[in-house]
């Protein structure tokens, strides 16, 4: 009913490539991607020392560097220039710090990195007690 193949296939198979590209293993893609997590919660950290400098965003920001240049292999992570300029208002970048927190904390359990697992989860914790916070604030003003 149907006619044998006659001529060699165009399309190839990935058994018995070359290694003409680089490839990475699932481990050095999920550093990868936590360092990516950690540096932008890093940036959005900086951002958020500016308007409300604390000794716990100073200490945050110097943990979450450490733990970015760790997955970098040593490389230090690019820090965010403040400036004194008005911004993002703080609750977003509450939000965002908590968002970038929570996405660092999957990765980093998939990974099963628990130095970053911790940081990740302390942080999540932080943002979410300054966001009560400011809700707080925002309902005994509007009462």
Do not use: C, W
């Not at 044998?4 to 481990?27: L, N, Q, W």
């Not at 997590?37 to 943990?63: F, G, K, M, Y």
């Amino acid at each position: 009913m149907y006619e044998p193949i006659r001529t060699k296939s165009v399309h190839s198979t990935m058994a018995g490539s070359s290694a003409d590209f680089p490839h990475r293993t699932r481990e050095e893609e999920l550093d990868i991607q936590l360092a990516g997590h950690l540096a932008a919660l890093l940036a959005v950290t900086d951002e958020l020392r500016a308007p409300a400098p604390s000794d716990d965003l100073d200490n945050a920001a110097a943990r979450l560097a450490q733990q970015v240049g760790r997955l970098r292999g040593g490389r230090t992570p690019v820090r965010a220039v403040t400036s004194d300029s008005p911004g993002t208002p703080v609750v977003a970048l509450h939000e965002r710090a908590h968002s970038l927190a929570g996405r660092a904390l999957l990765v980093a359990a998939s990974r099963a990195d628990t130095a970053a697992a911790i940081l990740a989860a302390q942080r999540m914790d932080a943002h979410a007690a300054a966001l009560a916070e400011a809700g707080s604030e925002l309902t005994a003003t509007a009462g």
